[in-house]
């Protein structure tokens, strides 16, 4: 029988020194800017205790098992802002305690996190941002919302990137941009190749040049350094004639070309053209689309954002080639909803960054976490084709709150992607095609105890030409209910099912008692 315990024992690249070093690196710059202005910023602290009684702890068809499990997750938030700094950082530490086997215990990494700090005033700029969390591996594999469960489908992945960007002015109406952008990625499993990734861009823009017509001239380039597969570069240069129709929508004509070695071991050139439209009729609502013919076929990517004091809609559409390492930086339905959380509060809570350690504590208590809040597909470093929708609503009433998020995320690999040295859902499929619902409710029955329900159903399918197709359907139910036991504590109940068909079937049910404390 598989233990937890054997994933951590078998063998795994570990990065070299460089990899390390570079590493060390962007954590000091990550906290550069926050240690330099800590007197003017907020440090809190929490802790969550819950004991979790499960009846399939190993998410079995044929083997169930059940078992009591007991967390422990100590958590640190760091949040402000100042004449220089502003951002936030949230970590956690998840400790999980099996009673039947000691074996299983395991420990992961919660983080997310991002800062600007102004290095010349209105010039120069540092961007800095890092995650880590428990992914899951495939989307054919058993998998749980939940971290108690003891399954070989997850790993603890962990990215970080910083990124200096300058401003300047051309001329009386241009302006000049660059930026570099240098990241680290990787993951505790064979299966996920870690890579460091550069991205620059190089931008001149003057768009009222010839009145309400103008110009942009942009070049931009990446390259990722795998530590085991084959090294990928790419370099674009692209000029756009812009046209300002009105105060709220903007025009753009563009062309030029890009090489790179993506799709062959060699670089090719290829020429593109394309063109866009911005349309911004008030700082709460924005409408951008912008499609172009790319060596791949057609890349686009349309956004819709609209807010409202109690409302919000976020849509998004988009085509391109990327990785994880691009991609996977959490959660834009969590920050969605962790931002309407915010507002439910400012009335009772006036201080900003105790405000965010508040609310992401009540999002824990109902469930919804940056990982299954945000996460499309198994975690791989492969380059993909990704064609992403993403529509999520949320409506906060005096009493309830309800979040809704539509997702689908295809990918599909390249002729030659078995150049890859990972074993990895693209290694067995061309094509991975993963659609996740997740509708949230919850209701305040008094201003200290709520109810909350959550509903997530995900259909993954995987096909390749000459193989036969999989897929695995899966459902989660969970109901909750907490309440504030004092002025620093919270408590409650929780209940969980699970139900997989497919290429992984099982069912699960779980019961949670907690209690969180404020510091």
């Not at 990899?19 to 926050?34: D, K």
């Not at 003017?40 to 998410?59: K, P, S």
């Not at 995650?131 to 992945?157: H, K």
Request: charged share 20%; proline share 3%; with cysteine.
């Amino acid at each position: 029988m598989r233990r937890r315990a054997e994933r951590h024992r078998r063998p795994v690249a570990t990065p070299p020194l460089p990899h390390r070093l570079r590493c060390i690196c962007l954590a000091v710059l990550l906290t550069t800017p926050t240690l330099a202005l800590a007197q003017t910023w907020r440090l809190g602290a929490d802790v969550r205790v819950r004991e979790t009684f499960t009846d399939n702890v190993r998410l079995s068809s044929t083997n169930r098992e059940s078992d009591w499990v007991t967390e422990l997750s100590p958590g640190v938030s760091l949040t402000g802002r100042s004449a220089r700094a502003r951002g936030s950082l949230n970590a956690r530490l998840n400790s999980y305690y099996h009673t039947t086997d000691s074996n299983s215990n395991d420990t992961n990494l919660e983080l997310f996190g991002g800062g600007t700090f102004e290095a010349v005033e209105d010039t120069l700029f540092i961007d800095a941002d890092a995650r880590a969390s428990r992914e899951v591996l495939s989307s054919f594999g058993a998998s749980s919302p939940d971290g108690i469960n003891t399954n070989e489908n997850s790993a603890q992945y962990y990215g970080m990137s910083v990124t200096p960007r300058g401003y300047w002015r051309l001329g009386t109406s241009g302006t000049v941009e660059a930026r570099y952008r240098l990241g680290y990625t990787g993951a505790d499993v064979s299966s996920y190749d870690s890579q460091i990734t550069h991205d620059w861009t190089l931008a001149l823009r003057n768009g009222a040049a010839w009145g309400r017509a103008g110009w942009e001239l942009i070049g931009l380039g990446s390259a990722n350094e795998y530590d085991r597969g084959r090294d990928r570069s790419m370099a674009r240069l692209r000029a756009a004639f812009v046209y300002t129709a009105s105060a709220s929508v903007k025009l753009r004509l563009f062309g030029g070309q890009e090489r790179n070695n993506f799709s062959s071991q060699e670089q090719k050139t290829y020429t593109n053209w394309g063109g866009g439209v911005e349309w911004r009729p008030s700082v709460r609502t924005l409408l951008s689309a912008e499609a172009e013919d790319r060596f791949f076929g057609t890349g686009y990517n349309v956004r819709f954002s609209h807010r409202r004091a109690r409302t919000s809609m976020d849509m998004q559409f988009s085509r391109d080639v990327s990785s994880n390492a691009e991609t996977f930086n959490g959660g834009s339905s969590y920050f969605l909803l962790l931002e309407q959380e915010e507002r439910l509060l400012e009335s009772q809570v006036p201080d900003a960054s105790l405000r965010r350690q508040i609310a992401i504590l009540r999002l824990a208590l109902q469930g919804i976490t940056p990982q299954n809040a945000a996460q499309l597909g198994g975690l791989s470093s492969t380059r993909t084709i990704n064609q992403v929708g993403r529509i999520t609503l949320v409506a906060n009433g005096v009493r309830n709150s309800v979040s809704l998020t539509l997702s689908r995320l295809q990918r599909d690999t390249f002729l030659n992607q078995a150049l890859t040295n990972v074993n990895d859902d693209f290694s067995r499929y061309g094509r991975v095609i993963d659609y996740v619902t997740f509708v949230g409710w919850s209701n305040r029955l008094t201003p200290f105890t709520s109810v909350n329900a959550g509903l997530s159903y995900t259909d993954s399918e995987g096909s390749n030409s000459g193989a036969p197709d999989t897929s695995r359907q899966q459902k989660d139910v969970t109901l909750g209910l907490n309440t504030q036991l004092g002025a620093r504590s919270n408590g409650g109940l929780t209940f969980r099912r699970s139900n997989s068909r497919g290429s992984a079937t099982y069912t699960e049910n779980a019961v949670s008692a907690f209690l969180a404390y404020r510091f």
